[in-house]
Structures are given as structure tokens and as C-alpha cells.
């Protein structure tokens, strides 16, 4: 199936991805996610199944493989 990019209009192709999932303040990195990925922005298309499945695996339902820690910066104007 191919498809094309709603934002850009490049092409989209089926490949497994990584997606930073916000669960409230919680913050899961849910590697291996089938879905569409825009060749020229780099956007993320997820069915709603994916999606839903994301959801479990964010509220606890997929064990952590790993950790690694995140710094938060504020936006400033130097
Ligand atoms: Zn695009």
C-alpha cells in the first residue's frame, strides 16, 4: 500500500519505528512499532490498533528492555 505524506506529500513506507509515547507525565520509548514513516519528514502514521496496543504497553503492560535518562530544557532566548 502505498501511501503519501498528508503534511508533505512524500512518500510513506511500512517500517518498524520508534515512538516517545506521553502517558500523562510519564514518558515510554516503545521501540519496534509498526507503522508508516513519512521518507521526507520523518512523520509517523499509526493504525488504531497500534495505537490502542501502545497504550497498554505505556500503562504497564510492556516491560522496560532499557533506561536511559532525558534532560529537560526550558526555551529560552540566550
Ligand atoms: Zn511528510
Known sequence: MTQSCYFCKGKVVQQPT????????DLK???????GVCTQCGEK???SPVY????????GAGEAVRRFS???VRYSVA
Open 18 to 25: 520508534s515512538v516517545d509515547f506521553w502517558w500523562g507525565d
Open 29 to 35: 520509548i516503545i521501540e519496534n512499532v509498526p507503522a
Open 45 to 47: 502514521y499509526l493504525d
Open 52 to 59: 490502542k496496543q501502545m497504550e497498554r504497553l505505556a500503562r
Open 70 to 72: 532525558v534532560d529537560v
